[in-house]
């Protein structure tokens, strides 16, 4: 069993989403945006390194959990698809990004062993909730004044990653004591390492100092 609670919220997006969807506080309207791109190439590359990752896994508990984060993890993903499908419509090459992106971590994959790779996995879950609560601590100032959809995408998807911190801790931890050949702890920081500059590079790509050119009418 887990107590991971896997949230199903039927968000809507359509071509009124604005590209910058928080005025008030535009710095944040982008990073955000730029998270939402990330956050689509990244899940997909987390669960599939976390189906690979399974049989290694002994614990019927560790299993659930791990089951359980595949499918949040799943979840968010189609969240923020339907966001940035809502803004390909309406700017049409973001999707070049979008491209870059998602290449960068099938590049990551491909590249790295699974060690490496559930090393990369675990230190990011491990980073992004304390970055993510921080900004629910201010959702006052960085959420609350933009677009109530968009807003409200990124608002649950940060409680669930503050919410389900001590078990993704957990099921990571578990991961690589599953194998008998699990690297040591100064290995995987230097995978980590090593996958974190592409995936950088590519996430600053274009997005952040874009200027998409909107679609022509029809």
Known sequence: MTDL??????????????FQWNPENPEFGLVANAIGV???????????????????????????EADAFLRQEALHSRAHQLHLAALVERWPGLQQTN???????????REHDLDGCVAYIAA??????????????HRDA???????????LFASHFVEESKAR?????SSAACPRASSRSRSRASCVRS??????????SSRSRLP?????RAAST
Do not use: H, W, Y
């Open 142 to 152: 960085l959420l609350s004044p933009g677009d109530a959809r968009v807003a409200s």
């Open 38 to 64: 990330l956050v689509v190439a990244m899940e997909k590359m987390i669960v599939s390194v976390t189906r690979k990752v399974m049989p290694r896994i002994r614990n019927p508990e560790v299993k659930a």
């Open 5 to 18: 609670q896997i949230r199903k919220i039927p968000f809507r997006f359509d071509d009124t989403v604005p």
């Open 192 to 201: 980590c390492r090593a996958i974190a500059r592409p995936t950088s590079r």
């Open 99 to 109: 491209d870059e992106v998602d290449e960068s971590f099938r590049r990551l994959e």
């Open 124 to 137: 990011l879950e491990a980073t992004f909730p304390a970055l993510f609560e921080l900004s629910l601590e």
């Open 209 to 213: 100092g874009s200027r998409p050119t």
């Open 166 to 170: 001590a078990d993704i801790r957990r």
